[in-house]
Each structure stands twice: as C-alpha cells, then as structure tokens.
Nanobody
Framework: QVQLQESGPGLVKSSQTLSLTCTVSGGSITTNYYAWSWIRQPPGKGLEWMGVITYDGSTYYSPSLKSRTSISRDTSKNQFNLQLSSVTPEDTAVYYC???????????WGQGTQVTVSS
C-alpha cells in the first residue's frame, strides 16, 4: 500500500518561500511510469494542480504558477519537494501530494497539510 505524507511549516510570511516535502512509502518514486504531484486547495475553492515530477525526474508546472514553483526529489529518501517563492496570503491553502498512476488517475493522496501565509 502506497502512502504519502506531507511535511513542512504551517505558517509562512509573505514574500518568503514555502517549502514542503512529501515522503512516500510502500513504493518507489522512480518506478515506471508513475508521476508525483503537488495539488492545493485554497479555502472555499476547488483543487488546483501545481505541478508534477515524473519517475525519471522530468518536471511540469501549471502555467499560472510556473514562475514561482520548483519541484525536486531526493531518491535516496524517496521524497519529493515543493518550493513556492514570493508567497502572498492568496497562497494560503491545504497542500496535497499525490501519485498520478495509469490513465492520469490520481490514485494515492497524502492527508494534506494546511499552510497559512501571513501578511
């Protein structure tokens, strides 16, 4: 059973960089042909896809967030990371990491972590 767990600060100041880590257990992040995503949900809004890192390390980002987003990985720890720079209170959200499996189905999710950006 694959499990994902987000970790990182719950409070970030405006203009700083938000950094989160997703630790994966029960499966390797380098296994063909899975991809590993960050998705967020601001209060009262729907889910927003932020970006993905594939099993071979390729990254793809939402066009609206691309200039501020970086996703990386540490294969030795089976973790992947999110960095979102120059945050504002509009970046306040629950942040999820998730696995994208076959047919682009997101089949495993972390429980989510609340990040609040203070002004």
């Amino acid at each position: 059973q694959v499990q994902l767990q987000e970790s990182g600060p719950g409070l970030v100041k405006s203009s700083q960089t938000l950094s989160l880590t997703c630790t994966v257990s029960g499966g390797s992040i380098t296994t063909n042909y899975y991809a590993w995503s960050w998705i967020r949900q601001p209060p009262g809004k729907g889910l927003e896809w932020m970006g993905v890192i594939t099993y071979d390390g390729s990254t793809y980002y939402s066009p609206s967030l691309k200039s501020r987003t970086s996703i990386s990985r540490d294969t030795s720890k089976n973790q992947f990371n999110l960095q979102l720079s120059s945050v504002t209170p509009e970046d306040t959200a629950v942040y999820y990491c998730a696995r994208r499996g076959s047919y682009y189905v997101y089949d495993y999710w972390g429980q989510g972590t609340q990040v609040t950006v203070s002004s």
